[in-house]
């Protein structure tokens, strides 16, 4: 489950406290307190889930972590995990869309506990226009039904291309964001990542959006998009993509902040998640902290382009200061999540 957002000590939450102040998926998650290192246990291989899941975006919820990822056969495939290592397969979240969208082209969901209920955040082909748009979904389990009764999405952007990737956030004060990229590459324009208030139902946007990070590195190619906001140690981070999904260019990337509107800093040198000769495009996760490490959920294709889509990995998430490192990818690791 999500770390408590006010950054007090695990060890000094209860964990039914800890999972009842869940962040959503794009909060970090905390479950246990004990590391790997010091209970001996062993490392695990990747990939944790070897059939396709691209966009992988995790929910901790009263001890099960659940798997939500951009469809294949289903428009919302669950899968559930102890450890977020071993994952099985539920079934289909979503079997009924929305009446604004048509079939086929659901992307990126993400899920965040409101209250009772749980509120998932997604992309959908909108009926009307040729085009990706984001809106939400309610359900009163983590593997759903999840509906959306809405007529019209709740982001459409028609003007910049649509909107896709979208990421619920709870600030440390309990504010509810969300975060999405306008679908510029599709027409040929500037992607951006945008911020905008949620209402504290989760059901409306609140305000105005503000682009908080564009393209202005020279490791940002084709696009921006995938972000995933956590905080720790009172400083906000902000994880994103960049590049083509499909090859080898796909990467992630970071941003900092001392607030959540900005402005947002960004390094000069590498990004975090490079291609290599185990994985190729690593790219859109999410952070997790389990206990007293950091992970990062994210999916790769095999390099040697062997069939079998976007697969699902785990690696390590460390600080040197400030700056975050990811580890590899690596096929074999050595530490696994303590839960």
């Known amino acids: 489950m999500p770390e408590n957002p006010q950054n007090r000590s695990v060890g000094s939450i209860s964990r039914r406290r800890l999972l009842a102040a869940t962040g959503g998926a794009a909060a970090l998650t905390a479950i246990g307190s004990a590391s790997a290192e010091a209970t001996g246990q062993a490392g695990y291989h990747n990939p944790v889930e070897p059939t396709s899941h691209p966009d992988p975006a995790v929910l901790a919820d009263d001890g099960t972590f659940y798997l939500y990822s951009t469809n294949g056969a289903q428009r919302l495939p669950v899968l559930t995990s102890p450890d977020l290592i071993n994952w099985t397969l539920v079934g289909d979240g979503m079997p009924a869309i929305a009446p604004w969208c048509v079939s086929g082209r659901h992307w990126a969901p993400e899920v965040i506990k409101i209250g009772n209920r749980y509120h998932c955040y997604y992309t959908a082909r909108r009926a009307d226009l040729a085009q990706q748009a984001v809106s939400v979904a309610v359900s009163d389990s983590p593997v759903g039904p999840f509906v959306d009764n809405r007529t019209t999405p709740l982001v459409g952007q028609s003007d910049e291309g649509g909107s896709i990737d979208c990421s619920p956030f709870r600030d440390h004060n309990g504010d509810l964001w969300l975060l999405w990229k306008n679908d510029g590459n599709a027409i040929n324009q500037t992607s951006y990542i945008y911020l905008q208030r949620l209402s504290d139902d989760g059901l409306e946007l609140v305000g105005e959006p503000q682009r908080?990070?564009?393209?202005?590195?020279?490791?940002?190619?084709?696009?921006?998009?995938?972000?995933?906001?956590?905080?720790?140690?009172?400083?906000?981070?902000?994880?994103?993509?960049?590049?083509?999904?499909?090859?080898?260019?796909?990467?992630?990337?970071?941003?900092?902040?001392?607030?959540?509107?900005?402005?947002?800093?960004?390094?000069?040198?590498?990004?975090?998640?490079?291609?290599?000769?185990?994985?190729?495009?690593?790219?859109?996760?999410?952070?997790?902290?389990?206990?007293?490490?950091?992970?990062?959920?994210?999916?790769?294709?095999?390099?040697?382009?062997?069939?079998?889509?976007?697969?699902?990995?785990?690696?390590?998430?460390?600080?040197?200061?400030?700056?975050?490192?990811?580890?590899?990818?690596?096929?074999?690791?050595?530490?696994?999540?303590?839960?």
């Open 212 to 339: 908080i990070i564009g393209m202005d590195q020279p490791y940002e190619t084709y696009t921006i998009e995938g972000p995933s906001v956590f905080i720790n140690k009172g400083r906000y981070y902000c994880l994103y993509s960049t590049g083509e999904y499909w090859n080898e260019t796909y990467r992630v990337c970071w941003a900092t902040a001392r607030r959540l509107t900005g402005p947002w800093t960004k390094p000069s040198d590498e990004p975090l998640l490079v291609t290599n000769d185990v994985a190729k495009g690593p790219g859109h996760g999410m952070p997790i902290k389990v206990g007293a490490h950091w992970w990062y959920v994210y999916h790769a294709w095999q390099p040697s382009g062997e069939p079998g889509g976007r697969l699902v990995w785990l690696s390590r998430m460390r600080f040197k200061g400030d700056r975050p490192v990811i580890d590899g990818p690596w096929a074999d690791n050595p530490f696994r999540p303590h839960v």
